[in-house]
């Protein structure tokens, strides 16, 4: 069932990408990349559904992938606009209903009854994503530096695949919601061109610096822990005594 909503989720992308090339003549570029993503999306969340054992998508979680679907469109649109063509008044939109739906689905999830580990992984990762396309179409003008807000993400995914010490699963943290949800408005603002270059400015570096807070605090974390196993106590192995994590 969770496969059959994936490729439902990979059909309306088709149909999202097929919309903007009738409308506002998206081309090769553009579908390149879009579909790109749409496959990418497919793929990663087919397999994370089977390693979490995920029967059936919620209702929260096909809101999620909807606005991962978005993140898809919006990235078409960054795509093309790299030929010159002005996909401002379409992909600020877009990004804003994106935005909207990371307000709902968690509501949808708590009031359903719905939440799950599943859920969060891929609402972080949609999150994550777009982020990264918006700091790719904001970067050409404000700076190249504003694409770290959308690497630092996965510069922390390659850190966790190569040091043992950071593959520790982290605890539920609001406050990233709250400095991803401020870090996409930001971009989004600054994307629209409505702010002033003093204000955009200002906007991007609160959000760098607020993205570095809260990776940073997470690699803290995990560091003051780094010789305990899973289960909270000292890994024997390293020569230390068994002890409880308090």
């Known amino acids: 069932m969770a496969v059959i909503e994936v490729r439902r989720g990979l059909a309306v992308c088709l149909v ?101 580990a599943f859920g969060g992984r891929i609402d972080g990762e949609a999150d994550a994503f777009l982020i990264l396309v918006l700091s790719a179409y904001v970067g050409r003008e404000a700076g190249w530096w504003v694409l770290a807000m959308g690497l630092v993400r996965y510069a922390y995914a390659v850190a966790t695949w190569l040091v043992p010490w950071m593959q520790r699963q982290l605890p539920p943290r609001y406050w990233r919601k709250v400095v991803a949800a401020y870090a996409g408005i930001a971009l989004t603002a600054a994307a629209s061109g409505l702010l002033p270059a003093v204000a955009t400015y200002a906007v991007l570096v609160v959000a760098l610096l607020l993205l570095a807070e809260s990776f940073g605090w997470d690699v803290v974390w995990l560091w003051r822990r780094r010789g305990l196993n899973r289960r909270g106590v000292w890994d024997v192995r390293k020569g230390k005594t068994l002890q409880r994590n308090r």
């Open 16 to 116: 999202v990408l097929a919309g903007l090339h009738l409308v506002l003549g998206v081309g090769t570029i553009g579908w390149v990349a879009g579909l790109g993503c749409g496959l990418v999306l497919a793929v990663a969340t087919a397999r994370r559904a089977v390693v979490d054992e995920v029967e059936a998508f919620g209702p929260a979680d096909l809101v999620t992938l909807t606005r991962a679907t978005l993140a898809c469109a919006v990235a078409a649109l960054v795509a093309q606009s790299f030929d010159g063509t002005d996909m401002v008044r379409t992909l600020v939109p877009l990004t804003v209903v994106a935005l909207a739906l990371d307000f709902v689905d968690g509501r949808v999830a708590r009031r359903t009854g719905t939440a799950s």
